[in-house]
């Protein structure tokens, strides 16, 4: 006897509804739980609270942002999902990782009633990336797993190198634009 | 008589897969399906497409175009729904497919020329198709597709 786990079913997966921030980069859209996001700011907005990290460890990070006496490592969207490279004009700062991902913009807040589990087929990144697959509005859409943005790993290597290297992007660059 | 009793020919599935024609051992077919949404998000698992979604079941869709054709499919409405067994697991998967197959039954003959994924071959009133292992099909695919990495990457 052999059992079917592929062809994902609502029947086998958790119906209970979530508020989700949906968000695009590029041409794809992607949601994420509100419940992992701390705050959502536009780029122009947040000045000199952006620090350029002096060494980039972590091709996807280039930046640090300070947030009520938290630093928040800035995961470029793009790079992360191996996009090609957009015009990011929002920032999601994300609450239970020290964590801000830079996305081109936010669609909707949606409520979403069914997550599945993403097909055993897929075997690469996107299995740390997301947390399942959902349908919103007919589309499916990948809901992101917040913790899948940086790994414990590169978590640590950043920390270590953001405390010996740091340097406010205002005074290197005058701008604290984001990219 | 000589005749095999009725149950006991094989059947197969046949479909066209841009300008190939193949058959599939229709054991391995679970539907065929008529989709007009590929749905499609960013992934690093090669061969898949995207996913269409069949009676609120998520497919992953598996371009074969790579390991039959030597070029990636175009883009389909038809998708052919197959079982794979990985171990004692059963996955199913949609192959993109142009326009509608056909259920035949028949005696499959050798394979009419040597390739890495025909196990054997029909003859439909004079036409002789190639009926595909569809495992081998996607080691094929899997190779051409690794293959093109790596001449883009030595292009670059």
């Known amino acids: 006897m052999t059992q079917s786990h592929n062809s994902v079913s609502a029947a086998s997966n958790n119906r209970t509804t979530e508020q989700v921030v949906v968000f695009s980069i590029g041409e794809f859209t992607f949601a994420i739980s509100a419940a992992a996001i701390q705050e959502i700011r536009n780029t122009d907005s947040l000045g000199g609270m952006v620090m350029e990290l002096e060494s980039v460890v972590v091709s996807k990070v280039r930046h640090i942002i300070e947030r009520d006496s938290r630093s928040y490592f800035v995961v470029s969207g793009f790079d992360h999902f191996h996009l090609p490279s957009s015009r990011p004009t929002t920032l999601l700062i994300l609450a239970k990782t020290p964590t801000a991902v830079l996305v081109d913009r936010i669609e909707e807040m949606a409520e979403m009633r069914t997550i599945v589990t993403l097909p055993r087929s897929f075997q690469g990144e996107e299995r740390v990336w997301y947390r399942g697959l959902t349908i919103l509005d007919g589309r499916v859409v990948p809901v992101v797993d917040p913790k899948g943005f940086l790994t414990a790993n590169e978590l640590h290597t950043l920390e270590q190198t953001a405390t010996e290297h740091q340097e406010p992007v205002d005074s290197v660059h005058g701008g604290g634009e984001l990219s | ?156």
């Open chain 2, 1 to 156: 008589m000589n005749e095999e009793p009725l149950e006991r020919v094989p059947s197969f599935v046949v479909a066209q897969i841009g300008s190939r024609r193949i058959a599939l051992q229709s054991s391995s077919i679970a539907e065929l399906i008529l989709s007009p949404l590929l749905h499609t998000f960013p992934h690093t698992t090669s061969l898949i497409v995207g996913v269409v979604v069949r009676r609120g079941r998520v497919l992953p869709v598996l371009d074969m175009g790579l390991g039959l054709l030597g070029v990636p499919s175009t883009s389909a409405k038809f998708y052919l729904v197959i079982e794979r067994h990985i171990g004692n697991v059963a996955d199913r998967y949609a192959i993109p497919v142009d326009g509608e197959c056909e259920l035949v039954s028949g005696i499959m003959f050798p394979p009419k020329d040597e390739s890495e994924f025909a196990i054997g071959s029909l003859d439909l009133a004079g036409n002789v198709i190639d009926v595909i292992d569809f495992e081998k099909a996607i080691a094929r695919s899997l190779a051409v597709k690794s293959e093109n990495v790596e001449t883009a990457e030595a292009l670059q």
